[in-house]
Nanobody, 117 residues
Framework: QVQLVESGGGLVQPGGSLRLSCDGF????????MGWYRQTPGNRRELVAV???????NYVDSVKGRFTISRDNAKNTVYLQMNSLKPEDTAVYYC???????????WGKGTQVTVSS
C-alpha cells in the first residue's frame, strides 16, 4: 500500500524557516515526479514546487527565491525548505507523487504550516 507521510510543519514567526519532509512507503519516490501543494480554507489546492525524476525544479512565483525543493533518493524522501516565511504562506502543505509511466497520483494527508507573530 502506497503512503506519503508529510512532517515538519508547525508555527513559525514571519521571517523564520521550516523544512518539510515527505517520506514514501510502498513507493519509490526517485522514479516519480514530486510536488508540494498547499491549501487554505475555501481555496483550491495550489502547486508550490515540483521536482521531476530527472531533478528539474519549478516554483510558483510567490515562493521563488525563498523555497527549495529537493530529494534524497537514498532516504526515499522529498523536502521543501522554506525560508523567509510570510503570513500568506500559512496553509496545509501536501506532498504529491505522480508516476510518469501511468500518471498514477498519490497524496499525503498534509502538514499544517502557520506563520504568525
Amino acid at each position: 500500500q502506497v503512503q506519503l507521510v508529510e512532517s515538519g510543519g508547525g508555527l513559525v514567526q514571519p521571517g523564520g524557516s521550516l523544512r518539510l519532509s515527505c517520506d514514501g512507503f510502498g513507493i519509490r519516490l526517485s522514479i516519480n515526479d514530486m510536488g508540494w501543494y498547499r491549501q487554505t480554507p475555501g481555496n483550491r489546492r495550489e502547486l508550490v514546487a515540483v521536482i521531476t525524476r530527472d531533478g528539474a525544479t519549478n516554483y510558483v512565483d510567490s515562493v521563488k527565491g525563498r523555497f527549495t525543493i529537493s530529494r534524497d533518493n537514498a532516504k526515499n524522501t522529498v523536502y521543501l525548505q522554506m525560508n523567509s516565511l510570510k503570513p500568506e504562506d500559512t496553509a496545509v502543505y501536501y506532498c504529491n507523487a505522480v508516476d510518469p509511466s501511468d500518471a498514477m497520483s498519490y497524496w499525503g494527508k498534509g502538514t499544517q504550516v502557520t506563520v504568525s507573530s
